[in-house]
């Protein structure tokens, strides 16, 4: 039996969905997805992550801005997956809004940061999620965003 590529939720698989690499891949699996509706995904944050050693070294805190990078890599997985493309298609979404964004503890090493982004409304090559971030079952950040195509 052949393994379906974009069914594994590895690392492998978001390897071959996003041009993301270390240190700025920020989406460690694929935990849940529904194409063209809605994937979960999750980041594991150890204290060897480059941002903790500078924000803060005393007290280490996720910057929000990666927070919402992460989520808008999850949607990204999301698009990438429900469209049956690859990094090698030379196809790449950018993001180009981000509404409503909201945060509501720090995210800090050792906590497994869930992701999930479902799709509000999709138009040729926009697509619009909303997406939140959760810690133990509680959000800690959420944001709507827009991504939009941009072909080479």
């Known amino acids: 039996m052949t393994e ?7 690392i492998a698989e978001i390897l071959d969905l996003l041009p993301h690499r270390y240190p700025f891949l920020l989406v460690d699996r694929i935990l849940d997805y529904v194409p063209n509706e809605s994937v979960r995904a999750v980041k594991n944050l150890t204290y060897n992550e480059a941002f903790f050693q500078g924000h ?3 007290k280490p805190v996720m910057p929000g801005v990666l927070i919402i990078e992460a989520l808008a890599q999850t ?3 999301l698009t990438f997956k429900s469209l049956g493309i690859t990094v090698d ?15 509501k503890r720090p995210v800090v090493p050792g906590d497994q940061l869930v992701l999930e982004a479902r799709v509000l409304k999709k138009r040729s090559s926009m697509w619009r999620y909303e997406c939140q971030a959760l810690v133990d079952g509680e959000v800690v950040a959420s ?5 939009v195509e941009k072909k080479d």
């Open 89 to 103: 298609d030379n196809v790449l979404f950018y993001l180009a809004n981000v509404d409503k964004a909201k945060f």
């Open 56 to 58: 803060f070294p005393s």
């Open 143 to 147: 944001a709507e965003m827009l991504c």
């Open 4 to 10: 379906n590529k974009f069914e594994r939720g590895d």
């Open 75 to 77: 949607a990204g997985l």
